[in-house]
């Protein structure tokens, strides 16, 4: 038996002196601080904060089929250094697109002792493979996810509302999410017809974010609101950027629709008033909006009506930024940020007051508890709890840093994150049991497994 021991470990009964005691792999018990058994071998973290591995459920690995752009050994690396244990991968830049079984067993060959940190993959939901979502699901995989409007991926069709309605018959009762990219193509069309009408110039950031206005994401998420509801099947919004949405889904939760929805920390750290005109490497979509929508964000997942936080970590090779001609219109989509999460929304909940033993809770919740409820995991990842997996990071919440382009662990150092000042930084990560990232350096070896949903 070992012993993990802080004076400030963040339980699911708030942040306090204990010690963790672990068998295996696995939490055996949360003991008192002072009641480590003698036979126990006892880690000290001393004053250092001890909280669950975090669950990123929102990130492309892109491997097989675009591993240039990022792969499991890469990705997964970048997770172990930023305390994340378990990612989940989206189902599409990897070819094939993870929409039928044969791709998801190509995706799990390509995944083979390459993944650092445990790991999931998400089933997709595109025209026409209605009939593969139950065999997905007894495949093992957590969700699915879809989008409503074009992916930039051709072979990753978006789907509209009879789309909709045929996969959520086939989701209802597996207790398996839909997760929806929601933009709805109408308003994005309209605004991007005129901007090219009116001879608009696609190197001002300003353009870009007119092109995809609040109203789609609204549009998108009425829709969405409406087939949770009549279906009674529960349905996530991924990276949800306008706060135009929020009343919506407000009065859907009180409703009890079974709606959950995610931010991302760009849309919690940046905003298009400072986003330089050409500076593709902040391109996303949804856009990141105005500071003043980015307030009322931040208020939401105070409040609990934004659920958690996930990157949504999408790098691509930099030639695909066109970076030399900074044309909004002719760069790939994109911000990657994986295994950052957790010092930039630590950061900034100080600069909004929040912090302390009550903020580093919220934190976790945001970045673990919430995450890992929506996959399933709930029970072995997510939290300080016995029985759960021995995932842990230890953080030092105090410590000053600024991101340069050596800490960056994934494939292409390329972030708008470079520069950027960060307070809190993770000194250790350990995967079910073993120490896989140690004050800056990895350790042992690639022994991440995937996590099928039974
Ligand atoms: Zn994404």
């Known amino acids: 038996m070992r ?7 963040v339980t699911t009964s708030g942040v306090r002196p204990a010690a963790i005691l672990t068998d295996g792999e696995m939490i055996a018990a949360i003991a008192e601080w002072g009641q480590v058994p003698e036979s126990a071998t006892l880690y000290e973290f001393g004053n250092m904060v001890l909280l669950p591995g975090l669950v990123d459920t929102h990130v492309h690995i892109n491997e097989p089929g675009r591993t240039e752009w990022e792969g499991f050994a890469t990705a997964s690396l970048a997770a172990a250094a930023g305390g994340v244990t378990t990612l989940v991968d989206m189902p599409l830049n990897c070819m094939p697109e993870t929409i039928s079984v044969a791709a998801l067993e190509a995706k799990r060959a390509a995944a083979h002792e390459q993944a650092w940190v445990d790991w999931a993959a998400w089933g997709g939901v595109v025209r026409g493979n209605a009939d593969h979502l139950h065999p997905l699901i007894d495949a093992g995989v957590p969700g699915f996810k879809c989008f409503l409007i074009h992916s ?10 009879p789309d909709l309605r045929a996969a959520l018959k086939h989701l209802r009762g597996s207790g398996r999410p839909l997760l929806a990219h929601a933009e709805a193509p109408g308003p994005v069309e309209t605004a991007t017809g005129e901007i090219d009408r009116t001879g608009g110039d696609w190197r001002r950031y300003a353009t870009y974010l007119a092109s995809r206005p609040d109203e789609s994401e609204v549009e998108a998420i009425a829709l969405l609101i409406r087939l949770a509801e009549e279906f009674q099947t529960p349905v996530h919004v991924v990276h949800l950027a306008s706060a135009q949405a929020l009343p919506l889904l407000a009065e859907a939760r009180r409703r009890n629709v079974p709606i959950t929805v995610e931010t991302c920390p760009h849309y919690l750290w940046f905003a298009a008033e400072k986003i330089p005109d050409g500076a593709t490497p902040y391109k996303c979509a949804p856009p990141i909006r105005s500071a003043e929508n980015r ?6 997942l105070q409040s609990g009506l934004i659920d958690f936080v ?24 994109g911000i990657a940020s994986l295994g950052l999460a957790l010092p930039i929304l630590w950061t900034a909940m100080q600069q909004r007051g929040m912090g302390g033993d009550e903020g580093l809770s919220r934190v976790v919740e945001w970045l673990s508890a919430k995450p890992a409820r929506l996959a399933g995991m709930t029970g072995e990842k997510g939290a300080l709890e016995p029985g759960a997996h021995a995932d842990f990071a230890v953080f030092d919440p105090e410590s ?39 004050n800056g350096t990895i350790q042992g070896s690639a022994r991440g497994r995937e996590w099928v949903r039974q």
Request: hydrophobic share 40%.
């Open 3 to 9: 012993a993990f021991r802080s004076t400030r470990a």
């Open 152 to 161: 930039g991926i051709d072979g990753f069709s978006w789907v509209a509302e």
């Open 295 to 300: 307030e009322r964000l931040w208020e939401a």
């Open 310 to 333: 996930a990157t949504d970590h999408s790098p691509c090779i930099p030639a695909l930024k066109n970076r030399d001609k900074g044309m909004w219109n002719d760069a790939w989509g």
């Open 400 to 438: 000053e840093w600024t991101v340069g382009e050596a800490d960056l662990l994934f494939r292409h150092r390329l972030s708008p994150y470079l520069g950027a000042g960060l307070r809190g930084r993770v000194l250790e990560t350990w995967l079910r049991g073993e120490r896989i990232f140690s």
